[in-house]
């Protein structure tokens, strides 16, 4: 039995979660359909991205994320089905699932959808309309050739990395949690300080072993180095930025 994960910008309070997902009984009553989360920034694809990337490794392989923050539905960006290692990703090939596919590390196979949809009478549901309907019938064991014409999977994110030297990389702050925490695009790793700000911070293992009410470093549930406030938010205390810059150094200079 397929595993459908859900991630959207859609939010629970006008039933779009709900349309989806009656779609998709509809079509295989015996799927078993997980929220990843509704709470993506509306139009935000970055954000679905890092949340994807960070968590789609937890899920059974097989598993198909339905994955919907699409500002430019309705316009030419492609609607896809992407299998890639032990999972599918089905959704508009904007960026979305570019993190995960290069965290995966393996040829994406890539298929245009132009098949079990459902008709449309708009162009602005998707979500409903196109990508609800193929994960159910994936689901179903439909092959993922029966969709439509094999395409060449383009990555589509704008992912600035960080910049790795001798003993340190140069990163920047690309995400804020609800805790208020600062996510870097540093990957986790052995670092003896950060450099924020022109001041040197620590770095520990846990949130509480930080230091109270100052900045404080940690490998975060993204994957990425954090910055955080024990019990308190970094973003609001310290009115921290996106696009800051971040040093990290991997021995004491």
Request: hydrophobic share 40%; net charge neutral.
């Amino acid at each position: 039995m397929s595993l459908i994960v859900l991630l959207t910008d859609f939010g629970t309070k006008d039933g779009f979660v709900g349309a989806v997902k009656g779609v998709l009984l509809s079509i295989n009553p015996y799927c078993q359909i997980v929220d990843l989360t509704h709470e993506v920034e509306p139009f935000n694809v970055m954000e679905g991205a890092l949340i994807l990337r960070a968590h789609y490794r937890y899920f059974p392989k097989g598993s198909i994320f339905l994955g919907v923050v699409d500002p430019g539905v309705g316009s030419e960006r492609k609607a896809v089905a992407v299998r890639c290692g032990a999972y599918t990703f089905v959704g508009p090939m904007n960026g979305l699932f570019d993190l995960a596919l290069r965290d995966i590390a393996m040829p994406p196979e890539c298929y245009l959808i132009e098949n079990f949809t459902l008709p449309r009478i708009n162009q602005t549901f998707h979500g409903r309309d196109v990508f609800a309907p193929v994960c159910g019938y994936l689901s179903k064991g439909v092959p993922l050739q029966m969709l439509g014409r094999r395409i060449e999977y383009e990555f589509l994110l704008e992912w600035e990395k960080a910049k790795e030297f001798k003993n340190k990389i140069e990163g920047k702050v690309i995400h804020f949690d609800r805790y208020g925490n600062a996510i870097t695009n540093v990957p986790c790793g052995k670092y003896s300080h950060v450099v924020f700000r022109g001041q040197k911070i620590k770095v520990v293992s846990y949130f509480l072993e930080g230091e109270r009410e100052q900045i404080n470093a940690v490998c975060g549930s993204f994957g990425y180095m954090e910055l955080f406030v024990p019990m308190g938010n970094a973003k609001e205390r310290f009115g921290i930025s996106l696009g800051e810059e971040v040093c990290f150094f991997t021995s004491e200079v």
